[in-house]
T-cell receptor, first 113, second 110 residues
């Protein structure tokens, strides 16, 4: 069965370190997204991609970057982790278009100490 | 800028009640609207997807309606059960991005 997987499930890192969160989907979806979820803010869009070599900034993109070298993967990199980036991160994918929904991964809980 | 609001923020009801969760959005030019369920510490599970041209969708005890012109959607849960306890999230898709509300936290007690 097709799926979308995130790794690691949990991560603790130190302030200032570079961290990469992985997202891999086997749906063959063109569109992929990264969200963060925080109490009081809900899910906010960090970065998204509509296809290979395409990346776009969301509403909370500062301090994050993504790259899309193939259809299946959209890794999220925190260039220099900050305590404000402690959060739960969700990856999602969609075929795109007006009639299709979104599928989410199980999330990565990141703690920056 | 699209904004999505969900009311109420939290709801606690006895088992067996019929429930209505509300979602409103500010820009009616949406592709579709999706309702999700999230259990504590877990990911998002899609419940219902309503296309912009549709008025409602049903799945088992769940029924979601969409009034695009007024910027509103409701999720109706019939005969609630303790297993329905979770956070329910509404999200609208416009320009191929999902914009989320902050959710309704539901507790159904026996």
């Amino acid at each position: 069965d097709a799926e979308i997987t995130q790794s690691p499930r949990h991560k603790i890192t130190e302030t200032g370190r570079q961290v990469t969160l992985a997202c891999h989907q086997t749906w063959n979806h063109n569109n992929m997204f990264w969200y963060r979820q925080d109490l009081g803010h809900g899910l906010r869009l960090i970065h998204y991609s509509y296809g290979v070599q395409d990346t776009n900034k969301g509403e909370v993109s500062d301090g994050y970057s993504v790259s899309r070298s193939n259809t299946e993967d959209l890794p999220l990199t925190l260039e220099s982790a900050a305590s404000s980036q402690t959060s739960v991160y969700f990856c999602a994918s969609s075929p795109g278009g007006r009639t299709n929904g979104y599928t989410f991964g199980s999330g990565t809980r990141l703690t920056v100490v | 800028k699209q904004e999505v609001t969900q009311i109420p923020a939290a709801l606690s009801v006895p088992e067996g009640e019929n429930l209505v969760l509300n979602c409103s959005f500010t820009d009616s030019a949406i592709y579709n609207l999706q309702w999700f369920r999230q259990d504590p510490g877990k990911g998002l599970t899609s419940l219902l997807l309503i296309q912009s041209s549709q008025r409602e969708q049903t799945s088992g005890r769940l029924n979601a309606s969409l009034d695009k012109s007024s910027g509103r959607s409701t999720l109706y849960i019939a005969a609630s059960q303790p297993g329905d306890s979770a956070t329910y999230l509404c999200a609208v898709s416009d320009t191929d991005k999902l914009i989320f509300g902050t959710g309704t936290r539901l507790q159904v007690f026996p």
